[in-house]
C-alpha cells in the first residue's frame, strides 16, 4: 500500500479522504446509492484543522498520562477477540491490566487445563475439551437503578454461540452457556430492572441475539427460505436459558429499556437472504422490539413450543403471530437498509439505529412503541422521531449524558458527534436545526464505540474509546497482519480530542468504561471458596485407589508441602494444588515437564489438573510465577516407577 501524506488528515476534504479510504480497505463493499449529501455539514467540518492533542496536557485536564504510580480513574472491559478472553483495561491510560480466560484455553492461567476450569469450558466424554476456539464481540455488565452494580459483565463468542459471565469480585469466568439451536450468537445485553417487579431493580437477565438463520431443528435442509434464527433469555444468575423467541430475520446487537419493559435488536436480513446480494436487497430493515413481561406470560400460559432435543419453551414472535398490536410479543420498527447497532440514550427515551448501508441513524422514542404495544398508537412507524443523515458506514453509538451521540462511520473513518433532541427538531420540520456538532478523523474505519459510563443513567461523558478496525500507517509495520488500532478521545468539550492510539490484536469489537469505584475486587481467595481445598500442609500425600491416584499439597513460598512423590506408569493422577500464602499478589504456579501440565494457584486458590503418568523417570514440577527470592528452588520431584 502506498504511503500517502495526505493520510495524516491535515487537509484531506471529506470527499478527497473518502476516496482514498475507498481505494485502500473496502474494495467489494459495494455502497449502492448511499452517497451522503452532507446536507449538514458540520459546524467545523471535516476540512477544518483536525483536533489531535499536541501534547499530553490540554484544555480541558482530561488526559491518558498518569505519571508512574498514579492509578487509572476507570476501568475498560474489552473483548479479547480471537483469544476468547475478556481484558481488563484501566482508563485513561489504556494499560492492560488482566486478561480473563474464558472460551480457549490460557497457559498462564492453567484455563482449560486444570478440572475446574475445564468444568466451566465444557468437556466431551473423553474429558478433553469440547471447543478451543472462541471469537468474542461483546462485553457488557449487570445493573442496579440503571448503571453498573459491579457484580457481574458477560461475553459472547459467536462461533459456538456460548456466553460466558464473569464475576466482577475475583474477576474470573465462572460459568459459560451455550443457547441451544443458535449459530451466529451476536449481540447481548443484560436487562436493566424487572418490567414486572418494582422492587428487582437490578439486572436478572441477559438477551442474547441470533444472527444466522438455521433450519430448526437442524437437519441440513437446503432451502434457505424455511431458515430462522432465535433470541435468547439467559438467567443471569443461574446462567440457564430461560426461554426464546422464534423470529424472521435474524437479530444482531441487542440494548435494553430501562425500564425493564423493551429489549431491541437491529435486523439487517429481514430479506432472509443466504447471499448478501438478497439480503441487501430491501430498502429498509428493521428494529426489533420484545415485550419482555408478555413473553413471559406467554411461557407462563405454555404458549409454547421445543425444538429438537432442547428443553428450552421458544415462543411465536415471527410477523404472522404478531399482527394484533394487544397481544403481540415483537413488534417490528422500520430502519433503513442494514442497520448495524442498536443503542438506548442515557435519558431513558431512545433507541438509536445506525444505518450502515444507509448515511442514516434513526431515533426511536421508547414511549412510542410502548403505545403501540398498548393499542394507543396505531402507526409503529411514527415512533421514529428522527431520521437523519450523519455520514457514510454508521455503525455503532456512544452518548455523553449531555444529549449528544457519537456514532461511529466506518466509511467515512470518522466519529460524528449529534444532538438527539437537534435531530429530532430538524426531523420535524425545523431545517435550521444544526444537529451535527462535531466531526473528527479516526485511523481508520471504526466499529465500536463507547464513552465512559456511556449506556448507563450516569453517562458522565469524559472520554470515548473506538475500535479502529485498520491501523494501517499508524504503527511500525510488523508484517501482513497489522494491529488494529483503540483510540482514545476526550469528549468533553465541544469538539473530540484525540488523546492516543493503542495498538491490538485483533479482532476486538466492543467495549465498557465504568467508574472505578463500581467495583470492589477481593486480591485474595477465601479458602472455603473451594470444596477441595488443604486447608492444612499435613493433609499432603499421594493417595491410591487402583490406578487412580490423588496427589494433595499445598504451596508457601519457597516450597510445596512434598518435596518429592512418587506415582506409576499409566496412573490416572489427580493432582490438587492448595496456596496457603495469604499475602496478595503471592502467586504460585505448577508445571510438569512433558505432561502438557502448567497451572498456577493464586492466594488461598485451590486447583486441580488430571493426567496420565508417563515414562518412568523422573519430573522436575517447579513453580512457574516468581515468588521469591527461592522461586527458582521451588520444585519438587514427580518420580514415575515402572
Ligand atoms: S459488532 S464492530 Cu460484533 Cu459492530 Cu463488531
Ligand atoms: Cu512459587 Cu515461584
Ligand atoms: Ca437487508
Given at each position: 500500500?502506498?504511503?500517502?501524506?495526505?493520510?495524516?488528515g491535515?487537509?484531506?476534504?471529506?470527499?478527497?479522504?473518502?476516496?482514498?479510504?475507498?481505494?485502500?480497505?473496502?474494495?467489494?463493499?459495494?455502497?449502492?446509492?448511499?452517497?451522503?449529501?452532507?446536507?449538514?455539514p458540520?459546524?467545523?467540518?471535516?476540512?477544518?484543522?483536525?483536533?489531535?492533542?499536541?501534547?499530553?496536557?490540554?484544555?480541558?485536564?482530561?488526559?491518558?498520562?498518569?505519571?508512574?504510580?498514579?492509578?487509572?480513574?476507570?476501568?475498560?472491559?474489552?473483548s479479547?477477540?480471537?483469544?476468547?478472553?475478556?481484558?481488563?483495561?484501566?482508563?485513561?491510560?489504556?494499560?492492560?491490566?488482566?486478561?480473563?480466560?474464558?472460551?480457549?484455553?490460557?497457559?498462564?492461567?492453567?484455563?482449560?487445563?486444570?478440572?475446574?476450569?475445564?468444568?466451566?469450558?465444557?468437556?466431551?466424554p473423553?474429558?478433553?475439551?469440547?471447543?478451543?476456539?472462541?471469537?468474542?464481540?461483546?462485553?457488557?455488565?449487570?445493573?442496579?437503578?440503571?448503571?453498573?452494580d459491579?457484580?457481574?459483565?458477560?461475553?459472547?463468542?459467536?462461533?459456538?454461540?456460548?456466553?460466558a459471565?464473569?464475576?466482577?469480585?475475583?474477576?474470573?469466568?465462572?460459568?459459560?452457556?451455550?443457547?441451544?439451536?443458535?449459530?451466529?450468537?451476536?449481540?447481548i445485553?443484560?436487562?436493566?430492572?424487572?418490567?414486572?417487579?418494582?422492587?428487582?431493580?437490578?439486572?436478572?437477565?441477559?438477551?442474547?441475539?441470533?444472527?444466522?438463520?438455521?433450519?430448526?431443528?437442524?437437519?441440513?435442509?437446503?432451502?434457505?427460505?424455511?431458515?430462522?434464527?432465535?433470541?435468547?433469555?439467559?438467567?443471569?444468575?443461574?446462567?440457564?436459558?430461560?426461554?426464546?423467541?422464534?423470529?424472521?430475520?435474524?437479530?444482531?446487537?441487542?440494548?435494553?429499556?430501562?425500564?425493564?419493559?423493551?429489549?431491541?435488536?437491529?435486523?439487517?436480513?429481514?430479506?432472509?437472504g443466504?447471499?448478501?446480494?438478497?439480503?441487501m436487497?430491501?430498502?429498509?430493515?428493521?428494529?426489533?422490539?420484545?415485550?419482555?413481561?408478555?413473553?413471559?406470560?406467554?411461557?407462563?400460559?405454555?404458549?409454547?413450543?421445543?425444538?429438537?432435543?432442547?428443553?428450552?419453551?421458544?415462543?411465536?414472535?415471527?410477523?404472522?403471530?404478531?399482527?394484533?398490536?394487544?397481544?403481540?410479543?415483537?413488534?417490528?420498527?422500520?430502519?433503513?437498509?442494514?442497520?448495524?447497532?442498536?443503542?438506548?440514550?442515557?435519558?431513558?427515551?431512545?433507541?438509536?439505529?445506525?444505518?450502515?448501508?444507509?448515511?442514516?441513524?434513526?431515533?426511536?422514542?421508547?414511549?412510542?412503541?410502548?403505545?403501540?404495544?398498548?393499542?394507543?398508537?396505531?402507526?409503529?412507524?411514527?415512533?421514529i422521531?428522527?431520521?437523519?443523515?450523519?455520514?457514510?458506514?454508521p455503525?455503532?453509538?456512544?452518548?455523553?449524558?449531555?444529549?449528544?451521540?457519537?456514532?461511529?462511520?466506518?466509511?467515512?473513518?470518522?466519529?460524528?458527534?449529534?444532538n438527539?433532541?437537534?435531530?429530532?427538531?430538524?426531523?420535524?420540520?425545523?431545517?435550521?436545526?444544526?444537529?451535527?456538532?462535531?466531526?473528527?478523523?479516526?485511523?481508520?474505519?471504526?466499529?465500536?464505540?463507547?464513552?465512559?459510563?456511556s449506556?448507563?443513567?450516569?453517562?458522565?461523558?469524559?472520554y470515548?474509546?473506538?475500535?479502529?478496525?485498520?491501523?494501517?500507517?499508524?504503527?511500525?509495520?510488523?508484517?501482513?497482519?497489522?494491529?488494529?488500532?483503540?483510540?482514545?478521545?476526550?469528549?468533553s468539550?465541544?469538539?473530540?480530542v484525540?488523546?492516543a492510539?493503542?495498538?491490538?490484536?485483533?479482532?476486538?469489537h466492543?467495549?465498557?468504561?465504568?467508574?472505578?469505584?463500581?467495583?470492589?475486587?477481593?486480591?485474595?481467595?477465601?479458602?472455603?471458596?473451594?470444596?477441595?481445598?488443604?486447608?492444612?500442609?499435613?493433609?499432603?500425600?499421594?493417595?491410591?485407589?487402583?490406578?487412580?491416584?490423588?496427589?494433595?499439597?499445598?504451596?508457601?513460598?519457597?516450597?510445596?508441602?512434598?518435596?518429592?512423590?512418587?506415582?506409576?506408569?499409566?496412573?490416572e493422577?489427580?493432582?490438587?494444588?492448595?496456596?496457603?500464602?495469604?499475602?496478595?499478589?503471592?502467586?504460585?504456579?505448577?508445571?510438569?515437564?512433558?505432561?502438557?501440565?502448567?497451572?498456577?494457584?493464586?492466594?488461598?486458590?485451590?486447583?486441580?489438573?488430571?493426567?496420565?503418568?508417563?515414562?518412568?523417570?523422573?519430573?522436575?514440577?517447579?513453580?512457574?510465577?516468581?515468588?521469591?527470592?527461592?522461586?527458582?528452588?521451588?520444585?519438587?520431584?514427580?518420580?514415575?516407577?515402572?
Amino acid at each position: 500500500m502506498k504511503n500517502d501524506s495526505t493520510l495524516s488528515g491535515n487537509d484531506t476534504t471529506a470527499w478527497g479522504r473518502r476516496r482514498f479510504l475507498n481505494t485502500a480497505a473496502l474494495t467489494g463493499l459495494t455502497l449502492g446509492a448511499a452517497a451522503c449529501t452532507d446536507k449538514q455539514p458540520a459546524a467545523s467540518g471535516p476540512t477544518a484543522a483536525p483536533a489531535v492533542a499536541s501534547n499530553a496536557a490540554h484544555a480541558s485536564g482530561n488526559d491518558t498520562h498518569l505519571k508512574p504510580g498514579e492509578l487509572d480513574t476507570y476501568y475498560g472491559l474489552w473483548s479479547g477477540g480471537h483469544t476468547g478472553d475478556m481484558r481488563v483495561l484501566g482508563l485513561p491510560s489504556g494499560r492492560e491490566l488482566l486478561r480473563i480466560p474464558c472460551f480457549v484455553p490460557d497457559a498462564l492461567v492453567g484455563w482449560g487445563h486444570t478440572n475446574e476450569s475445564k468444568a466451566i469450558m465444557g468437556t466431551k466424554p473423553n474429558g478433553a475439551l469440547r471447543y478451543t476456539v472462541g471469537d468474542t464481540h461483546h462485553t457488557h455488565a449487570s445493573y442496579k437503578d440503571g448503571n453498573y452494580d459491579g457484580r457481574y459483565a458477560w461475553i459472547n463468542d459467536k462461533i459456538n454461540s456460548r456466553i460466558a459471565r464473569i464475576r466482577l469480585d475475583y474477576f474470573i469466568c465462572d460459568k459459560i452457556t451455550q443457547l441451544p439451536n443458535v449459530q451466529g450468537f451476536h449481540g447481548i445485553f443484560p436487562d436493566k430492572r424487572d418490567p414486572v417487579d418494582p422492587a428487582i431493580n437490578y439486572t436478572t437477565r441477559v438477551f442474547c441475539g441470533g444472527e444466522f438463520g438455521i433450519p430448526l431443528p437442524n437437519a441440513g435442509i437446503e432451502d434457505a427460505d424455511t431458515y430462522r434464527s432465535l433470541f435468547s433469555c439467559v438467567d443471569a444468575e443461574t446462567m440457564e436459558v430461560r426461554w426464546q423467541v422464534l423470529i424472521d430475520g435474524n437479530c444482531d446487537l441487542v440494548a435494553t429499556s430501562y425500564d425493564g419493559k423493551l429489549a431491541a435488536s437491529n435486523q439487517y436480513n429481514t430479506e432472509m437472504g443466504a447471499k448478501y446480494e438478497d439480503m441487501m436487497s430491501a430498502e429498509r430493515d428493521a428494529c426489533i422490539f420484545f415485550n419482555i413481561a408478555r413473553i413471559e406470560e406467554a411461557v407462563k400460559a405454555g404458549k409454547f413450543k421445543t425444538i429438537g432435543s432442547s428443553k428450552v419453551p421458544v415462543v411465536d414472535g415471527t410477523h404472522a403471530a404478531n399482527k394484533d398490536p394487544k397481544t403481540a410479543l415483537t413488534a417490528h420498527v422500520s430502519v433503513p437498509k442494514n442497520p448495524h447497532g442498536v443503542n438506548a440514550s442515557p435519558d431513558q427515551k431512545y433507541f438509536i439505529c445506525a444505518g450502515k448501508l444507509s448515511p442514516t441513524a434513526t431515533v426511536i422514542e421508547l414511549a412510542k412503541v410502548l403505545e403501540w404495544f398498548d393499542g394507543t398508537r396505531e402507526d409503529l412507524d411514527s415512533s421514529i422521531v428522527a431520521e437523519v443523515e450523519i455520514g457514510l458506514g454508521p455503525l455503532h453509538t456512544a452518548f455523553d449524558g449531555r444529549g449528544n451521540a457519537y456514532t461511529t462511520l466506518f466509511l467515512d473513518s470518522q466519529i460524528v458527534k449529534w444532538n438527539v433532541d437537534a435531530a429530532i427538531k430538524f426531523h420535524a420540520g425545523d431545517k435550521n436545526a444544526k444537529y451535527v456538532v462535531d466531526r473528527l478523523d479516526v485511523q481508520y474505519q471504526p466499529g465500536h464505540i463507547n464513552g465512559s459510563q456511556s449506556e448507563t443513567v450516569a453517562a458522565d461523558g469524559k472520554y470515548l474509546a473506538v475500535g479502529c478496525k485498520f491501523s494501517k500507517d499508524r504503527f511500525l509495520p510488523v508484517g501482513p497482519l497489522h494491529a488494529e488500532n483503540e483510540q482514545i478521545i476526550d469528549m468533553s468539550g465541544e469538539k473530540m480530542v484525540l488523546l492516543a492510539d493503542h495498538p491490538v490484536r485483533g479482532e476486538p469489537h466492543d467495549f465498557i468504561i465504568f467508574k472505578r469505584d463500581l467495583v470492589k475486587p477481593k486480591q485474595v481467595y477465601d479458602l472455603d471458596d473451594f470444596p477441595n481445598a488443604i486447608k492444612d500442609p499435613k493433609e499432603s500425600g499421594v493417595f491410591r485407589n487402583g490406578k487412580k491416584v490423588t496427589v494433595k499439597m499445598t504451596s508457601q513460598a519457597p516450597a510445596f508441602s512434598l518435596r518429592e512423590f512418587k506415582v506409576k506408569k499409566g496412573d490416572e493422577v489427580t493432582l490438587i494444588l492448595t496456596n496457603l500464602d495469604k499475602i496478595e499478589d503471592l502467586t504460585h504456579g505448577f508445571a510438569i515437564p512433558n505432561h502438557d501440565v502448567n497451572f498456577i494457584v493464586n492466594p488461598l486458590e485451590t486447583a486441580s489438573v488430571t493426567f496420565t503418568a508417563g515414562e518412568p523417570g523422573v519430573y522436575w514440577c517447579y513453580c512457574t510465577h516468581f515468588c521469591h527470592a527461592l522461586h527458582l528452588e521451588m520444585r519438587t520431584r514427580m518420580i514415575v516407577e515402572a
